[in-house]
């Protein structure tokens, strides 16, 4: 029955080296401490050559190693080792920084380690310290009597000698170079890690003051722009309410102003008008498109219609007209240009009620009947004035049967 759980063991290592490679990390699956002339060697290997970083500790000696981008496969977190140098090996791994972090555990203080790749495996190499109870016995040996060596004897021990304290000290220099650039590599990356750092608040700060900067753009960009008169939900609203809807709702004039600059294109004026209706009176304004405008109140007897980037098909279209003679409360109707805006200034006859319509391409200003004029005595066609139409006629249609609203009729231009 033994190897059913054995071959379950590997189906899982496996799949779980899968799953580690899937996601581009480098699988650590052997963690192993070997000793070798005078070393202690603990190997790292993994699927792919590591990209790591190390730093030592002390109060209790240790050395960490932290490999990028990696993860442990099969590999037990803990390994006791127990060599008179290496007490513990631990593996420990951190997902949410996609980290492998081996940390040897020293029985003592031991020289710098060396560390080194090979292939896809990760050495360090830590020296075995003398051993000093060797050093004891061999000096508390009682001394033999021995002949005194002849001078050929003493000259070929010097001889053979010389060539063992060489290498000896030719390893020493090694180690300790490869323990200066093992300090200078450790010296650069904390460099890099703080210079990263800088650079990361740098980039935050600068993106903070640009935020701050175009959120006060908007703020001043907004503080300019007219705002609208509110839009009544039926019959007219009288001017001191319609005013104060207006101060208590400026977010359409900042969508209108903000719709406008993304799409970057100018309003097109075809059409402005006045009609005489029944109960009151009309001016009117038709866009290509739908109208991005303004209402403002000029004081007791005008209101003023502004379009923001406007500009006017006909050259009748920027010409006043008089309407004085209807009996309206529009007195006249002033259209003009002004830095790129197209605005319509209306002056009326006593201070009224009116109602603003949107209907399409149109809008329209409702204007009730004055309270100083008569109520009219029967309905009939009642004329249309445009400013598109030619000057030096006006035409009165014959009375219609009773017309819902008067056809539009030419009638001659002021000023």
Known sequence: MRPLPLALAAILLAAGAAHAESQGLNAIRKVEVRDADGLVAIRVEGSRPPSFTTFALQSPPRFVVDVAEATFDGVPGSTVVKNGTVTVVNSLAYPDKSMARVVIWFAHDTEA?????????????????????????????????????????????????????????????????????????????????????VEAARVAEEARAEAARAEAEEKSRAAATPQPAAQPASGPTPPKARVAAS?????????????????????????????QLGEGSRVYVRTRGAPRFTVLDGGDRSVELRFEDARVMNRNDVRSFDTSFFPSAVLSVSPRRQNGSYLVEIRLREKVAYQQKVEGELIALDFARPASLPAPAEKAALPVVRASAPAGKLVVPAAAPEPAEAPELPIPLGN
């Open 247 to 275: 101060v208590s709702r400026p977010a359409p004039a900042r969508r209108t102003a903000a719709a406008h600059r993304s799409n970057g294109t100018d309003q097109l004026v075809e059409e402005i008008g006045f009609r």
């Open 113 to 197: 380690p060396r560390v080194r790749t090979e292939g896809n495996a990760l050495v360090v190499e830590v020296a075995r310290p003398a051993t000093p109870a060797a050093v004891v016995a061999a000096s508390s040996a009682p001394a033999e009597p021995a002949a005194a060596p002849s001078k050929g004897l003493a000259a070929d021990a010097v001889a053979d000698a010389a060539p063992e304290s060489a290498a000896r000290a030719e390893r020493i220099k090694a180690r300790l170079r490869a323990e200066e650039a093992s300090k200078e590599q450790a010296a650069a990356e904390q460099r890099a890690r703080k210079q990263a750092e």
